[in-house]
Structure formats: structure tokens, C-alpha cells
């Protein structure tokens, strides 16, 4: 597996992390179950990550991310130990509710650290893009479990959406651009091919 899926955390850094399940099979059989994997996030990371964009997907899950301030030694040594809890607490629970046993995710979660500003628009759409890519909807508003949504919702969120707006241009640059920018292929030798 290339080391460029592990690149190693640090303070203010900003990343691609996702994972799927083995096998391709189901992450979530309900919404409850996407529910609890947010839960479980929010539980895990909420004071150590700051949430760009998020898409779960019916297989697999993208979060774009930067590491917040933190007083610690390590902080990817801490980070990587948070990522394995979480995993396990949600197959765990998943296990649990399913009557079903062993490994739901492949081994090791990736991450790609994203340091070039034209990316941090392009990732953004790609994840909220994912589910149109893979066929499941004809359009990332018609997709609940993304943050395409929260960013362009008066509602309270826990995503940036002010960040994510600003790197846009604002709200209504925000939406043209997931409208119109159709070159999912462009950022591929940038992420894991699914």
C-alpha cells in the first residue's frame, strides 16, 4: 500500500481521510446507522478535528479535515489511536446490531494531507460530489449524508461552513460551482482510486 495514503498528521494541517469496508460491503443498512457513525465522530474528534466536508457513502466515507491545536507529544501517534477506537467502536456496535462478526473496514484508514489551494475547492466537491459519481443520486442536494447541505443551511453545524465559503467566494459561488464543475477526473492522482 503507498505510503502517500498515510501521510502523517500535524497542527493546522488539512486532509483527505477516508476508508471503506471490506469486500464492499454495507457501512450502514440504516439511517440510524449513518446517524450513530456521525455520533461516533463527533464523539471521537470533535475537539481535535475541524469538519470541511464530510460524505458518507452506503460502502465507505470521506472527511475533509484539519487538525486543530493540541497539546500533545505526538499528535499523529494520537490521532491514528482515535481513528482505530472510533472504527472499532462503530463495527462494534454495527456487529452488535447485525448478528454479525469480525472486520468491517479494511485495515488501515487513509489520509492524504492537502496543501495546495486549488484542491481544498476541488476535494470539497468531490466528496459532495461522491454520491452522484457513483450513481446513487442526480445531485449532491438530493444527498442527506454529506455536509453540502449544513454549508449552505442557516442551521447550526459542526462543519466550517464560513471556511468552506470563503475559499468559494461565498454561498452563491459555493453552489454554481458544485453545478457546474463536472471534472471529477481532474483530482484522481490526488485519491485512492475507489
Known sequence: MSSKYHDIFEEGLYYHVFN??????????SDQNYNFFLNQWNKYFDSFLSVMAYCLMPNHFHFFVRVNPLEIDDINKYLE??????????????NKQYRRNGSLFQKRFKRIHVDKNDYFTKIIHYIHNNPVHHGI??????WKYNSYRAIISNQATKVCKNDVLKWFGGEKEFVKFHKNYANHMEIENLICHE
Open 20 to 29: 471503506r469496508t471490506i469486500n464492499k460491503e454495507l457501512l450502514y443498512r
Open 81 to 94: 489511536e482515535k481513528f482505530k477506537r472510533f472504527l472499532s467502536s462503530y463495527t462494534l456496535a454495527f
Open 137 to 142: 443520486t442526480n445531485s449532491v442536494e438530493n
